[in-house]
T-cell receptor, first 114, second 109 residues
């Protein structure tokens, strides 16, 4: 099992460009999450999904969109990138999002917006 | 608001013991998690506490006091590979994780 994978690993964008980050998991997990991690701050939830075809906003959703067309994939889109979106993006998944469900993280995508 | 506080950085010696504290104020409580994150890597799960008391798992132990909004992670017999950031996270009433900024632990020989 590969667990949780993310593509790409690194990306540099210019302000105003768009891109999509792909997260894939092979553990048959229902819940999937997108976080961003910035220096000196905790992980912040952008969007999450509780199952195929569903999405919901997290703490910092502005400037991002997501889609979960297939259970194993969760896509994060930036329609018009801004320097404030320079960050490390982590995808995570859990079995069912309950209190005892461990979140499994992907390796991260380092995004720089110039 | 919701808040998780933990020290920014700690230094310890190989073979010693270190305690990393975490205090929290959240909307509801459904458990407290500790994760380890090596530089440039993803966080990985270490422990989960939902009841007061100490949970021991090998060289790592985690303690919780819900009445005080307090937890600590205790690492014994420190090894160089324990150099990492340690993230405290609380699951709130919406079953979402609220994360602290992490404690960077530096191990010296």
């Amino acid at each position: 099992n590969a667990g949780v994978t993310q593509t790409p690993k690194f990306r540099v964008l210019k302000t105003g460009q768009s891109m999509t980050l792909l997260c894939a998991q092979d553990m048959n997990h229902e819940y999937m999450y997108w976080y961003r991690q910035d220096p000196g701050m905790g992980l912040r939830l952008i969007h999450y999904s509780v199952g195929e075809g569903t999405t919901a906003k997290g703490e910092v959703p502005d400037g991002y969109n997501v889609s979960r067309l297939k259970k194993q994939n969760f896509l994060l889109g930036l329609e018009s990138a801004a320097p404030s979106q320079t960050s490390v993006y982590f995808c995570a998944s859990t079995v069912a999002g309950g209190p005892t469900d461990t979140q499994y993280f992907g390796p991260g995508t380092r995004l720089t917006v110039l | 608001g919701q808040n998780i506080d933990q020290p920014t950085e700690m230094t310890a010696t190989e073979g010693a013991i270190v305690q990393i504290n975490c205090t929290y104020q959240t909307s509801g409580f459904n458990g407290l998690f500790w994760y380890q994150q090596h530089a440039g890597e993803a966080p990985t799960f270490l422990s989960y506490n939902v009841l007061d008391g100490l949970e021991e798992k090998g060289r790592f132990s985690s303690f919780l006091s819900r009445s005080k909004g307090y937890s600590y992670l205790l690492l014994k017999e420190l090894q160089m590979k324990d150099s990492a950031s340690y993230l405290c996270a609380v699951m709130d009433s919406n079953y979402q994780l609220i994360w602290g900024a992490g404690t960077k632990l530096i191990i010296k020989p």
